[in-house]
């Protein structure tokens, strides 16, 4: 019923950049939060970073400083700049949208890998 669709990862070399996008389209009813978690080889997901609907954002401390996320509520899409990129940034990246009015429910993107190496 809801659907999100990633876009933007790829293979960078430290300290580049990329910049993510996820747009959520279907039966949107009211988005309460959209956001990027991550999940690297071994690891548990992470929250990397949160829009709500009135723009306050929260962000990990690892990439507090390097990323930048933001929402274009007409397009019902998040971003994530990425810029100084490092190698354990490295991982699956999952958009994720909290949706529902009265009562809500999360979704999940497809997962976009971003690899950084030299």
């Known amino acids: 019923q809801v659907q999100l669709v990633e876009s933007g990862g790829g293979l960078v070399q430290p300290g580049g950049s990329l910049r993510l996008s996820c747009a959520a389209s279907g039966s949107i009813s009211f988005i309460n939060y959209m956001g990027w978690y991550r999940q690297a080889p071994g690891k548990q997901r992470e929250l990397v970073a949160r829009?709500?609907?009135?723009?306050?954002?929260n962000y990990a401390d690892s990439v507090k400083g390097r990323c930048t996320i933001s929402r274009d509520n007409a397009k019902n899409t998040v971003y994530l700049q990425m810029n100084s990129l490092k190698p354990e940034d490295t991982a699956v990246y999952y958009c994720h949208a909290d949706i529902g009015w009265r009562t809500s429910r999360d979704y999940w993107g497809q997962g976009t890998q971003v690899t950084v190496s030299s």
């Open positions: 829009i709500n609907g009135g723009g306050i954002t």
